[in-house]
């Protein structure tokens, strides 16, 4: 009987809906493992059709070609390691969610989910069926089982397998990131450990699939919950992981053990993955945004330069008569900054011709908000028009406590293809500002160095389409907004909570009302970047037509 087992883990960033494509990096990572000598390689939970797919794969003629495409793949890996990859699989008129084994040419077994999440951004509930308790497989000698993903954050699962022969765990996961999200994983993944007695190793995909971002992270448990090795956080990687076989079993041999860096360098970096990955994935090599002076704008041209290269955004200014002289001169010195392309493009001639056309209609009326946001929706077209010309996708700008409110206008300032900061509230815009000013590192792609002035993020914001106009005319100041709306948004809480943590009730209850009235707005905002369990879209999905308020 061997001693030793060595298992490849492919930490890779899959495609949705690319099944050639996918397949490939699945036989040049399972190559890598048989040049190492690995008895197994592994590839994260649906890895072969990419993941979150969400209805595409319920689609008959997608999930009959990824199964195709899976047992293609075995025939191509015949001589050499078993091959571990995440794919659907069809037993009568039931679909599951598969992990399949692949040895000899064939699928030699596949394991079926049993635990189907059905919270946060997943519904699986409604896309597949359950599978039963299953047992381990076997690769040579050693008999291994693999919880697919929710599996292993219940005990049901994992304890079968041990009480059934396991002899070790192979979690194999599509688990996106969320601020905090890896103690969660660890803490789930420790106690299946304790219960189980084996060690454990959770295997994660990297990559950005819309507002979701895949960080990687994998890592391996021995019993006790020790941690054995971790690899590197949002970065494709393959690594060999050794196993020996002792009088008590098998145990993990220590591994590099890759350090996670702080909170707000991971939300960067998943604000970065997530718009490279949708830009890349969907075809985009350019990007532009309208670049107001303001803190917004300038940390999402930052963002986007540390994702595409500054040669590939274009920041455009679009003055008007109410744009303060700060705010020209700080749009130009953050462009200049990053070294991207810079435009200066005033609205004030085509805003007249658009104030001539009205006027018949307006006769009489007093001035409003009407015309502010003209303003908004002439530069939604300008750099609509820009986009359209030149074939670079438009970043929207509004930060989550803008997009939670409705202070943003929809045909606007909401126009264009994705929100890098729309999980990001206004607090921590500021915090990232400053963060990617003392910071750079090898994954961006743009200078380093003070790269937003300090002005842009001490000056009060302001969206300037009156005369001294700031934002705390209509709303209440962001650290009070900010703490708000964690509290109604983020927590699910009430007004008494609201007003329990010292907030005046009828300030809260203006917000909340805002919240509701603003909910189609987000039903046609652009996506962005997920960053926590409450970030709008799945996480949060909520009636358009709502009259009910909060009585508390």
Not at 19 to 30: P, S
Not at 113 to 138: C, S
Not at 233 to 261: K, M, N, S, T, Y
Not at 347 to 371: H, K, M, Y
Request: proline share 6%.
């Amino acid at each position: 009987m061997s001693d030793h087992f060595r298992i490849t883990l492919a930490q890779l960033n899959p495609v949705v809906g690319d099944l050639a494509g996918n397949a490939a990096q699945a036989r040049a990572a399972w190559e890598a493992g048989r040049e190492a000598g690995a008895d197994l390689v592994a590839l994260p939970e649906m890895f072969i059709t990419g993941y979150n797919t969400q209805d595409l794969v319920m689609k008959p003629a997608f999930y009959t070609a990824a199964i195709e495409q899976v047992r293609q793949l075995a025939a191509d890996c015949a001589e050499g390691p078993a091959l571990a990859v995440g794919g659907p699989w069809v037993e009568g008129t039931e679909l599951y969610n598969a992990y399949h084994i692949l040895k000899g040419g064939r699928i030699s077994t596949s394991l079926l989910k049993h635990d189907l999440p059905n919270e946060t951004v997943f519904d699986e509930v409604r896309i597949f069926d359950a599978g039963p308790l299953g047992g381990p497989y076997a690769v040579g000698n050693t008999r291994i089982g693999s919880p697919i993903c929710e599996d292993a954050w219940h005990p049901e699962v994992p304890e079968t397998l041990a009480e059934t022969g396991a002899e070790f765990l192979l979690v194999p996961n599509g688990s996106p990131y969320y601020r905090g999200k890896h103690e969660t994983r660890l803490n789930h993944m420790v106690a299946r450990v304790v219960e189980t007695g084996l060690p454990l190793i959770y295997l994660n995909m990297v990559g950005g699939q819309d507002d979701q971002v895949f960080d990687g992270a994998t890592f391996g448990l021995n019993p006790g919950g020790a941690l054995a090795f971790q690899m590197p956080q949002f970065d494709a990687a393959i690594a060999h992981v050794d196993l020996e076989r002792g009088p008590e079993g098998w145990r993990i041999l220590p591994g590099e053990e890759h350090v996670h860096p702080s909170e707000y360098e991971q939300d960067y970096r998943a604000m970065v993955e997530a718009l490279r990955d949708y830009c890349g994935k969907t075809g985009f090599k350019k990007v532009l945004l309208g670049l107001s002076g303001g803190v917004d704008s300038a940390i999402v041209a930052t963002i986007a330069a540390d994702a595409l290269g500054p040669d590939n955004v274009r920041c455009v200014m679009l003055p008007s008569e109410y744009t303060s002289e700060d705010s020209l001169e700080d749009a130009k010195a953050v462009a200049t900054a990053l070294g991207c392309r810079y435009d200066f493009v005033p609205i004030s001639q085509g805003r007249a011709a658009i104030t001539e056309t009205l006027a018949p209609l307006f006769a009489g009326l007093a001035p409003d908000v009407t015309e502010e946001n003209i303003q908004s929706r002439l530069r939604g077209l300008l750099l609509m028009a820009l986009s359209n010309k030149f074939g670079e996708m438009l970043l929207t700008t509004g930060n989550k406590s803008e997009v939670a409110v409705g202070y943003a206008t929809i045909y606007g300032d909401m126009a264009g293809g994705y929100n890098p900061i729309k999980d990001l509230y206004k607090t921590r815009v500021f915090e990232a500002c400053r963060w990617r000013n003392a910071n750079h590192r090898p994954w961006m792609n743009g200078p380093a160095g003070e790269v937003i002035p300090p002005r842009v993020i001490s000056k009060p914001p302001s969206a300037e389409l009156r005369e001294d106009q700031k934002d705390s005319d209509s709303l209440p100041d962001y650290e009070d907004l900010d703490q708000m709306l964690e509290i109604l948004i983020d927590r699910d809480g009430s007004i008494g909570d609201c007003v329990a943590a010292g907030f005046d009730r009828a300030v809260a209850q203006k917000v909340e009302r805002l919240i509701y009235l603003s909910e189609y707005k987000r039903f046609q905002s652009a996506p962005g970047a997920r960053l926590t369990k409450k970030a709008f879209w799945l996480d949060r999905r909520y009636p358009i037509v709502n009259r009910w308020r909060d009585p508390s």
